[in-house]
């Protein structure tokens, strides 16, 4: 695909922004303006360096954060703004899909194979289309004791798929107990609860959301004085499959105001029933990552839900 091509693709979606922003603005400032920044950062990257070795990489790298941002602005949108989401999201996904495509035309004709990563390690392979049992096999990974997840994604891969890297050529490899498609996360989760109970009086709602636990964190000590109370409590949202997808957001008690009687900025009470929701995410704070099996609930309480309460705002 000719880089005019790409560039018509990223100004229609630089145009659809431009109709949303104000609005997208009073959901999440710091998602829209990031969507604004990678889509003007890729225009540049074509217009700079057309048919450069890279190009077409570092573009598809901004075009995900564009993507991840556009995700957590659905998260939080009112209804109607999530619709008119939907033609953004749109956009930017045929913006990676020319790139993608033009990408794999380019190792076609090096004759380079296809270049696949699992968990970070990266090799090309001869071939375009490979079952996941397969794929395992080929980064050394038993097929009887990991799977395979699209990055960020909720749903595993099912065994007898088929997987095509013009579709997709990033996945990552989870431990499982004894077979593909088993699971030891509620093992992990339950571990990582007792740890909190070390330190802190933890309560856990299993039933209140659909693929959601609720791990709970009584009296928690807010390291600021700019609230009207000293403590509140804690709620982190923890999806089903934890650890491999991090909790997101900061939940804290609904009465929570800043000092001066104003409400903390970002916030939303609409989000989960009986909880102030804090806009506040792993994926944009810098030097700041979630690694599944490493980091756990005491590090999101420790660095996530402190980070925010400490901005005192």
Not at 61 to 75: G, R, S, T, W
């Amino acid at each position: 695909m000719p880089t005019e091509s790409h560039l018509e693709n990223i100004q229609h979606a630089q145009d659809t922004h431009r109709e949303l922003e104000e609005r997208l603005e009073d959901v999440d400032e710091e998602a829209t303006d990031t969507v604004r920044h990678r889509l003007e950062d890729a225009e540049d990257a074509f217009e700079d360096a057309p048919g450069e070795d890279g190009t077409l990489r570092r573009v598809r790298e901004l075009i995900q954060d564009a993507q991840d941002a556009v995700n957590v602005l659905q998260a939080s949108a009112p209804d109607g703004l999530r619709d008119e989401l939907e033609t953004l999201e749109d956009q930017i996904e045929t913006i990676e899909d020319g790139v993608v495509n033009e990408l794999i035309d380019e190792e076609e004709d090096d004759n380079e194979g296809y270049e696949v990563t699992v968990s970070g390690e990266t090799k090309v392979l001869d071939q375009r289309t490979i079952s996941p049992v397969d794929l395992l096999r080929e980064f050394d990974y038993d097929p009887n004791q990991y799977v395979l997840y699209p990055p960020n994604e909720d749903e595993r891969i099912p065994k007898n798929a088929e997987l095509d890297f013009a579709d997709q050529n990033e996945f990552d490899a989870i431990p499982v107990d004894t077979a593909y498609g088993s699971t030891q996360l509620d093992d992990v989760l339950r571990a990582h609860i007792e740890a909190l109970r070390e330190d802190y009086e933890v309560d856990v709602d299993a039933e209140a959301e659909a693929q959601f636990t609720h791990v709970i964190i009584r009296d928690y000590s807010i390291p600021s004085k700019a609230y009207n109370k000293d403590r509140t409590n804690v709620m982190i949202r923890v999806h089903q499959n934890y650890p491999q997808k991090a909790p997101d957001w900061v939940y804290v008690d609904e009465d929570l105001e800043l000092a001066n009687g104003g409400q903390p900025q970002k916030a939303n009470a609409d989000q989960v029933r009986g909880w102030l929701a804090l806009s506040w995410h792993i994926n944009q704070l810098n030097g700041v990552e979630w690694e599944p099996y490493e980091t756990d609930l005491r590090w999101y309480l420790d660095t996530i839900v402190s980070g925010r309460l400490r901005q005192g705002n």
